[in-house]
């Protein structure tokens, strides 16, 4: 944040390095840092080779509002829902009409109690779509880099509503708007869609490769 105010409101040859020196000697700015190391134990997710392979699920609040977000690990594409309350019925109503539409192989989730409920794990595994089992994860003992993949999402959609707030005080538009302009980013839809990609084989319907243009 420090780094991206400076360097909004001045120009200066040669400062990165001088940036990073005073960042790394603050003791204040390390204990606040969003990169500061954890003390619980990471874990490297296998990477995901096609759309729908893997998600990663967790619940943010924004202005007292509960919202669920989603995000896709190979294409980064973003899905976003109102919780009507923080239960595990809320959290299928949202799911129903994404799982029914793409089937997820895994699902990964943090130690949130509504996510780890006998109910939604039951329901996850009844979802069969293409012979595809869904399964739930659970992340290591919870800390932002354990399912850092949806938590840097929710970090991104935050500010993005932040920022359409200043325009607008209707949180739906904001919260529309965000996700809208997330998945116009670094072609998160086109990726998720399997747009400008080919099927590697002819029985591996949900696989893709992409294709250099």
């Known amino acids: 944040m420090m780094k991206e105010e400076m360097s909004e409101k001045y120009v200066c040859m040669g400062s990165g390095p001088v940036f990073n020196q005073i960042y790394a000697e603050c003791k204040v700015c390390q204990s606040n840092s969003r990169n500061k190391p954890s003390k619980a134990k990471s874990y490297r ?6 759309p729908r392979h893997r ?3 967790d619940i943010m609040m924004y202005d007292e509002i ?3 977000v989603l995000v896709d690990a190979f294409s980064n ?9 923080k239960s595990t019925k809320s959290v299928i109503e949202c799911l129903n009409g994404i799982f029914m539409q793409h089937s997820f192989q895994y699902i990964v989730v943090n130690n949130e109690p509504t996510l780890n409920s006998t109910e939604l794990v039951n329901w996850l595994n009844r979802k069969r779509i293409s012979n595809i089992v869904t399964t739930k994860l659970n992340s290591p003992i919870y800390h932002s880099e354990s399912n850092g993949l949806v938590e840097r999402h929710i970090g991104i959609l935050r500010r993005k509503m932040d920022k359409f707030k200043s325009i607008s005080s209707n949180i739906n538009e904001c919260f529309v708007s965000g996700v809208a302009v997330i998945n ?4 998160r839809a086109q990726r998720f869609y399997a747009l400008g990609f080919r099927k590697p084989r002819p029985h591996e319907e949900t696989r893709y490769q992409l294709v250099n243009k």
């Open 184 to 187: 116009a980013l670094k072609k």
């Open 77 to 85: 594409y973003l899905w976003a829902w109102k919780l009507k309350a």
């Open 66 to 68: 509960r919202i669920l």
């Open 45 to 50: 997710w296998f990477q995901a080779e096609y």
């Open 55 to 57: 998600g990663h699920l």
